[in-house]
Each structure stands twice: as C-alpha cells, then as structure tokens.
C-alpha cells in the first residue's frame, strides 16, 4: 500500500503532535499520577499488588505506569510519552474508521478534530490516567466491530475472527479501567443486534475477552487472594458511588432514561445497513459513564470523544427515512450530554498551555509550573531540602492529596496507598489514619495546608511529637523530636 493512500491522516497527526508538546514539559502536579507511579514503584520492588502496593485500578494499569517509570524515573516526560503513543494509537483507529464510514471530507474533520480534543489539556488526555490508555484498545475494538465485524452498506459480514480480536482488545482496556466494561457490553450488542453476523462472532468476542482477563486477573488472584481484589475493584467504590450520585430522584431518573433510550433505538435501527446508530449507541454508552460517575474530572470524557465526534460528524450522511428511527438515540444522547458535562473541561491547563512557549522563552519554569499547580513548586522545593538534608529514605508520611513528595524525595511508603483521602477511605475516617500514623511514629511527615484544613486529626499528633523543620507554602515537613 502506497504511503500517498495515508497521508490525509498528516492533518490531524500533526494538530495531535503540536498540541501535545507542551505535555512533556509538565511539572509534577496530577494527584491521581503521583497515587498510581507510587503504586507501580512499590510494585517494581517485589510489594504484592493489592496487598501492600494498593489501588483501586486494574492491574493493567500499574503495570503500564511501571514500564517509563522502570525506563525514565518519575520524569513527566516518561509519563507522557506513554499517552502520547496510546493518543496515537487511538487517532489513527478514529481515522480509519472515519474514512470507512463518511465521506473524505468529513473523515478529516473528524480526524482533525479529534486530535485536537485528545491534543489539547481540556480532557486531561495528556495525563497518565486509565482513560488516557484505555482509549486505544477501545477505539481499535470499534474499528474492528463497525467495520469488519458488522455488514456495512449492504456488505458482508466479516468473519468470527475480527470479533475475537476485538473482544481481546476490550479485555485489555477494562485492565486500565473498570468503566471500560461500558464500551464492551455496546460492541457485544451491536454484533448481537445487527443481522447477518454469525452467532459465533458474539461467542469468539465473549471467549476473547474473558481469555485476556483471565490473563491479567488470575496473577493478581493468586497472590493477593480473592477478597483483597474484590475489594480494591469493586467494594471500594461502594462508598464512591454514595457520595456521588444524584441526591435527587430527577437526577436518578435522568441518568437512567439516557441509556434505556439508547437501548430502544440500538433495537428500532438494528436494521439499517447504515453503521451510523452503532456510533450513536457507543457515544450515549461513554457518555452515560461520565453522567453516572458525576464528579468533576475532565478526563472521564475521554472515552466517549471518539464516538461523540463520529457520530456528530455522521449527521448529514443519515438519509431521511432512517432518522426517525434514530430519534430514541437521538433523545439519550440529548438527555445524556449535559449530565455527562458535569466532568467539565481543565480550562487552567489549557492557558497554562498557552502561556507554555512564553514561559519557555522567558525561563519562568517556576512561575508555569504554579500555574497548572500551586503545590507543584512547593514540592520540587521540599524534595530538594529532603534531599539535600540526608532524609531521602526515611520513614515518612505525606499527609497531602498530592503524594508526588514519595517519588521526588524517594521516601518509602508506609501507609497502604499514597494519596492521603484514599487512605482515609480504607480506614473509615481521617482519624483512624492519624492513630495509624501515630503508631507508625515516622522519622517525619510533611503536610500541606489544604490537607491540614480539610483533615486536620493529624495536628495533635504533630503539637506533641513533632517539630516544623522547613515550610515551602503550601508545603511543611515535620521532624520527629528527639526521645519521641
């Protein structure tokens, strides 16, 4: 295949790669970063995952976060050359499959778009977070249903073996993220609905995906045991689902009528041989996720990108005796949008952004870093004094959202999990932590004041032990007194 046949995809390749440059010059800000690099630096020294190296993801993920951290340390660049390749991966899947399913013209708007979305920090795609990694099995996984699994335009269909691989792929993206299971029950409906797939497409799918995670759960089963990993993956979220959902029946209501509409229209379309309402029932399926996790996280929206921005851009192509049948679609992807909006967009990193080629210029890296973070400069100081102060390996505690201070000032993790409110979830309450701590008796702990104001059952622990040593706002460490 000549390379001329591909180079409609250089658009939106180098709107993705120019958007993306400023990533790799990122401080050390992202909590959620810092939580899962700590994770997989426990896990890269031999700590059973889920046992004393906790976390609430897949082991996929901490496993991915381990290769650049193994490769390229704690750097940010690391991290970010990682989704930057997943980004890739999951533009050229959007491409191709724009290129099958519309017309030359909107492929590249479609394409171009979506390098821009997923280019730009507005969704946080830039950050090493499971969305971030998920979305290149799961785009791949689409192109394969949509377009060698299911007949289109009067076509055949492809054989069982495409489905196989697709449901593979999807075995691996609910590695990176449990959320991903929405994804994989919509292209195991569409292979389900649409007529004239074989029944053994939707078998070898299922067997596939049940075979990858099989791969990567057994490990984590056998050495942790079963009530540890039911607890990390699912029960921990218990309490997580509480606290987000809707306090309000309409609000309930709503999230659940986006996806009984989608379900209905994915029936009345089932029929057309256009591949338009499998885009519709992907978006409103990504959407509804964001919707029903309603938490203000930008980069919940990653996945359902690719889907919204195909399906937006497929509204033309849909011949008018087929629209009526899309309307239940149609309706779940109006009532689903600005349920699933609450996640909002990082409108902070996208003028950090735009203040980046200045800030280069300038050498005002300090100044840029606090404005993506205000705590990202404290830490980098801390760290230096932990560092320079012979305190690197001491026992610690990081009483902070941000955990990153464990990796700057490589100090060993003493607490079940790096960032300090999911420790508070484990124990039942930020006092139970303080005792924990307490019994602990760390050679220091370094507190922040957003921490200290919103968990302060630490500070009678610090009044009777512990002495202020070093302050970088917000940042303060605490030496432990001697005799103490």
């Not at 593979?168 to 797939?197: E, N, R």
């Not at 003028?351 to 300038?362: D, E, F, I, T």
Request: aromatic residues 12%; proline residues 7%.
């Amino acid at each position: 295949m000549s390379w001329r046949r591909w180079t409609w995809l250089a658009p939106g390749l180098l709107v993705y790669t120019i958007c993306r440059v400023p990533s790799f010059f990122e401080p050390h800000w992202y909590t959620d970063e810092a939580g899962y690099a700590t994770t997989a630096r426990a896990v890269l020294r031999g700590l059973p995952l889920y046992v004393q190296a906790w976390t609430n993801k897949p082991p996929l993920h901490i496993w991915a976060v381990a290769l650049p951290l193994s490769l390229f340390g704690s750097r940010e660049a690391g991290f970010h050359a990682l989704t930057f390749v997943s980004g890739l991966l999951a533009l050229v899947a959007v491409g191709l499959l724009a290129r099958r399913l519309l017309s030359p013209r909107r492929a590249l708007i479609a394409s171009v778009a979506f390098g821009i979305a997923i280019g730009l920090p507005l969704f946080q795609a830039e950050l090493l977070v499971p969305e971030s990694l998920l979305i290149a099995p799961t785009t791949w996984a689409g192109f394969l249903v949509l377009t060698r699994v299911i007949p289109i335009s009067g076509g055949e269909a492809g054989r069982w073996t495409w489905a196989a691989l697709a449901g593979g792929l999807m075995g691996i993206a609910v590695g990176f993220q449990q959320t991903a299971l929405a994804d994989a029950a919509v292209f195991a409906l569409i292979t389900a609905l649409v007529p004239g797939v074989s029944r053994r497409a939707l078998l070898g799918y299922g067997l596939a995906f049940l075979a990858v995670v099989a791969c990567w759960l057994t490990p984590v089963l056998v050495v942790a045991g079963i009530p540890a990993v039911a607890f990390a993956l699912v029960g921990f979220y218990q309490a997580y689902v509480a606290f987000s959902a809707p306090g309000s029946p309409l609000g309930i209501g709503l999230r659940i009528l986006g996806p009984a509409l989608a379900l209905l229209g994915a029936f009345t379309a089932r029929r057309d041989v256009q591949a338009s309402w499998p885009l519709w029932l992907w978006a409103c399926a990504d959407l509804a996720v964001s919707a029903m996790a309603n938490r203000p996280y930008p980069h919940f929206l990653v996945p359902a990108l690719a889907p919204t921005i195909l399906a937006l851009a497929s509204i033309r192509a849909i011949r008018q005796p087929v629209r009526w049948r899309l309307a239940p679609l149609a309706a779940a992807f109006a009532v689903t949008v600005p349920l699933a909006w609450v996640a909002g967009t990082d409108f902070n990193a996208f003028q950090a952004y735009a203040a980046w080629p200045k800030a280069q210029l300038g050498q005002h890296r300090t100044e840029w870093s606090a404005r993506l973070d205000i705590r990202s400069p404290a830490d980098e100081a801390t760290a230096e004094w932990i560092r320079d102060h012979g305190l690197s390996q001491s026992s610690a505690v990081i009483w902070s959202s941000s955990a990153w201070l464990y990796l700057l000032a490589d100090l060993p993790l003493g607490l079940p999990t790096a960032p300090i409110y999911n420790n508070v979830v484990l124990f039942g309450s930020a006092a139970a932590v303080a005792d924990r701590v307490d019994a602990m008796a760390p050679q220091m702990i370094v507190t922040s004041d957003e921490a200290l104001s919103q968990w302060p059952e630490i500070a009678p622990v610090l009044a009777r032990d512990y002495e202020l040593a070093f302050q970088s706002y917000p940042d303060s460490v605490y030496l432990r007194r001697a005799g103490h």
